[in-house]
């Protein structure tokens, strides 16, 4: 089953203006990460928040987490239109009896920004 | 140097051949992974395998295997390919690997087709 959403599924702004994107999981986490994909690309690590964190920076990057709504937001400030990409969330399935599967992935956002 | 990379880069073929996609990773990484990215942008975590472990995707058919001559690569193997085996598909790798859930390197993708 596919564990993160993405919201909205596709963002067109005007440069110079702020996007925010959300994502909703369904179970446990250790962390939550996002990713940024470029047309043709693989997918960049952008940042990592763990679970008994709220909020985090990076450069134009603001992620914040909600375990208790399973929530989370990536807000890029003063987009560019290098920031044309689509964004994923993904999170690692814990197993009850322990271990854990690659990262899973929401559908992502499709960003785009207007010169 | 490129970190993860993948041969080849687009693979066209027809259905019922068996192909291979080779990854290798030069982070020193002791964890790898396939992912397969479908014409919906979707990712579908398929594999995670460090020198201990293989982990599989349930959903993934046994066509599917991944070979690891060493800890640096990571090989996917398609037996009898099909019509919904194309996609793009992705290696991964990361330190440690499991619960911790650490950031993800992605390669550069390979397009298969099926024809």
């Known amino acids: 089953s596919q564990q993160g959403e993405e919201d909205p599924q596709a963002l067109s702004i005007q440069e110079g203006e702020n996007a925010t994107m959300n994502c909703s999981y369904k179970?446990?986490?250790?962390?939550l990460q996002w990713y940024r994909q470029n047309s043709g690309r693989g997918l960049v690590h952008l940042i990592l928040?763990?679970?008994?964190?709220r909020e985090k920076h990076s450069g134009r990057l603001r992620v914040t987490l909600d375990t208790s709504k399973k929530s989370s937001s990536l807000l890029i400030t003063a987009s560019r239109a290098a920031d044309t990409a689509s964004y994923f969330c993904?999170?690692?399935?814990?197993?009850?009896?322990?271990?854990?599967?690659?990262?899973?992935f929401g559908k992502g956002t499709h960003l785009i920004i207007q010169p | 140097d490129t970190a993860v990379s993948q041969t080849p880069k687009y693979l066209v073929t027809q259905m019922g051949n068996d192909k291979s996609i080779k990854c290798e990773q030069n982070?020193?990484?002791?964890?790898m992974y396939w992912y397969k990215q479908d014409s919906k942008k979707f990712l579908k975590i398929m594999f995670s395998?460090?020198?201990?472990?293989?982990?599989i995707n349930e959903t993934v058919p046994n066509r599917f295997s991944p070979k690891s001559p060493d800890k640096a690569h990571l090989n996917l193997h398609i037996n009898s390919l099909e019509l919904g085996d194309s996609a793009v598909y992705f290696c991964?790798?990361?330190?440690?690997?499991?619960?911790?859930?650490?950031?993800?390197?992605f390669g550069p993708g390979t397009r298969l087709t099926v024809l």
């Open positions: 991964a790798s990361s330190q440690l690997g499991g619960t911790s859930a650490p950031p993800q390197y």
């Open positions: 179970t446990s986490i250790n962390n």
């Open positions: 395998y460090n020198n201990k472990e293989l982990i």
């Open positions: 993904a999170t690692v399935t814990l197993y009850s009896g322990g271990g854990a599967d690659g990262l899973t």
């Open positions: 982070l020193g990484h002791d964890t």
């Open positions: 928040i763990r679970s008994n964190e």
